[in-house]
């Protein structure tokens, strides 16, 4: 061990010494002075690409950069080397530590990354590229940009490069030069870019009418492209909580629609799904940590296994006494939400317990600069629709969706036919409790996980179905997605508060002029 670190720190001695192109004086007046004229010495070596820069740099940002009277000394473990030269020297007693405070370890992880602009790497030079836009650029950084432009062959790094370089040259003092410098910024679409334009507009920034024109000009397209962006993710918001509301409402599709109950536990029925969920994760985390990213595999069935238990047991034991009795249904449903609700409570806590997304449903796809389009919002869109294809089948092809549909037309002449009525409700109604803990689970990704989860969307639900029609898939899927696309549009204009009165106004007048909803039930009843 002890000859590999040798040879090991030899070769960086070796390796420092050739590459090395720091003289004393610039490695001093980087490491040591007022801040100011450390960035400035820094921004100079960095624009003059001195090959011995990255190991200082590297050394500065790991807090092992030692001052004494006549040199700058980097600290490896056990080994000292002099940062001018590299060469190996003893450490002595009367050296500092440098300190960086944190306007200049800013400057030193922008140095950091421009050192990597010139990589062979792709990946590699994206990376310094996306530091560095994070920084706040100055003219002595202009020379480094322009060398890594003219070397850059990638086209989205270089309009990257280009729109970075055009933001320092819209304070150059030659007009020409800001003049292309606002023209290039006002084809960029990024909020950074809209601010700094704004801060050329204050007052005594930019005085030169023409380039006060250009910029005013180039103001106005940025605009254009960021208005876009929000309007694009309103719509995509409204598209990912319309789904949300079709997976709650899908339940009532059947509870409601088809089976004529007034399910006010509808919005437990999901609670218990996300809870099933959070105790799934639990078990992932207790027993098979390394596979805790797969734990929602487990978890959809779980959560739709749970709350159909739940729903079955709920059927049989008070639901079945009281079909064709619409206010005693309501007023048991509401109160067995409470039970539910208690029993949670006692179970895991009044307080959210947290559900955490897979590192598969971390993070997004940028679209634009202000628009970024979540993994776990898609994957609830898609989830929604998969489910809704699922429903749809199950109730047009299979054989107990031919018994529900001919209970729920004619329970008496089904009956007559052979069909178990009561074994059938109880299926319908725990399909639909079922599907109300997807949604559950779906919305444990999304948002906190507590025992009032469900009050928050059993209105919104019933708004659903009603307003889609009584029993119609078609019309929950158009309702769902029209009413959250509606409600996030409202919400930007008006708010929270008012966007839900307006929401309800809507659907009250739609439902007086059209009672039967956007899609009439076909055909007849012989119950009707």
């Not at 001195?50 to 190991?55: E, Y």
């Not at 003092?173 to 606002?182: I, N, T």
């Not at 997004?364 to 749809?392: E, K, Q």
């Not at 092809?397 to 059938?424: E, Y």
């Amino acid at each position: 061990m002890r000859l590999c670190r040798t040879l090991l720190l030899a070769g960086l001695t070796a390796l420092a010494a050739a590459a090395h192109a720091l003289t004393p004086e610039q490695a001093r007046a980087i490491a040591s002075g007022e801040t100011d004229d450390r960035i400035t010495a820094l921004d100079q070596a960095v624009a003059r690409g001195d090959t011995g820069l990255p190991i200082l740099v590297n050394a500065l940002l790991d807090d092992a950069v030692k001052l004494t009277p006549k040199q700058v000394l980097i600290v490896q473990g056990e080994s000292v080397l002099d940062a001018a030269t590299g060469a190996p020297v003893t450490l002595p007693e009367d050296a500092e530590d440098v300190v960086n405070n944190n306007r200049m370890r800013g400057a030193l992880q922008a140095a950091q990354a421009a050192a990597q602009l010139l990589s062979p790497d792709l990946a590699v030079r994206r990376e310094a590229v996306a530091a560095l836009g994070k920084q706040t650029l100055e003219m002595t950084q202009l020379p480094l940009i322009d060398k890594a432009l003219s070397a850059e062959k990638d086209p989205e790094l270089q309009e990257v490069l280009g729109r970075m370089k055009a933001s320092i040259l819209v304070a150059a003092p030659d007009k020409a030069q800001r003049l292309e410098a606002v023209r290039l910024l006002g084809a960029s679409g990024r909020t950074q870019v809209k601010s700094l334009l704004q801060e050329r507009l204050a007052p005594g920034a930019e005085t030169d009418p023409e380039v006060r024109g250009a910029l005013l000009a180039s103001l106005d397209k940025v605009s254009a492209r960021l208005a876009w962006g929000e309007r694009l993710g309103v719509l995509f918001t409204g598209l990912s909580l319309g789904s949300i509301l079709l997976l709650v409402a899908l339940g009532l599709a059947i509870t409601y629609g088809l089976m004529g109950v007034i399910n006010m536990a509808h919005g437990e029925l999901m609670m218990i799904g996300a809870y099933a969920t959070y105790v799934v994760q639990n078990l992932f985390k207790a027993y098979a940590p390394g596979a805790v990213d797969y734990y929602l595999w487990l978890a959809v069935p779980a959560a739709f296994l749970a709350a159909a238990a739940v729903g079955a047991v709920l059927e049989r034991l008070v639901i079945r006494w009281l079909y064709g009795r619409p206010l005693e249904t309501l007023l048991a449903t509401w109160g067995i939400s409470l039970v539910l609700m208690q029993g949670v409570r006692s179970l895991f806590g009044a307080q959210n317990v947290p559900v955490e997304n897979p590192a598969w449903l971390s993070g997004g796809i940028d679209v634009m600069s202000n628009l970024t389009l979540p993994y776990n919002r898609i994957a609830i869109i898609a989830f929604a629709f998969l489910v809704l294809g699922g429903v749809a089948l199950l109730i047009a092809k299979t054989r107990l969706g031919l018994f529900v549909r001919g209970v729920t037309q004619n329970r008496r002449m089904a009956a007559c036919m052979g069909v178990n009525t009561a074994r059938i409700d109880t299926y319908a109604f725990s399909l639909g409790a079922g599907i109300a803990g997807l949604a559950g689970c779906a919305l444990s990704q999304v948002g906190n996980v507590g025992p009032d989860l469900g009050q928050g969307y059993i209105v919104d639900s019933f708004m659903v179905v009603v307003l889609g029609g009584v029993g119609q898939l078609a019309g929950t899927v158009y309702a769902a997605l029209g009413l959250g696309v509606l409600n996030k549009f409202l919400e930007g204009w008006a708010g929270a508060v008012l966007a839900k009165i307006m929401v309800l106004v809507v659907i009250v007048v739609f439902i007086q002029k059209r009672p039967q909803g956007l899609f009439a039930m076909k055909g007849r009843s012989a119950e009707a």
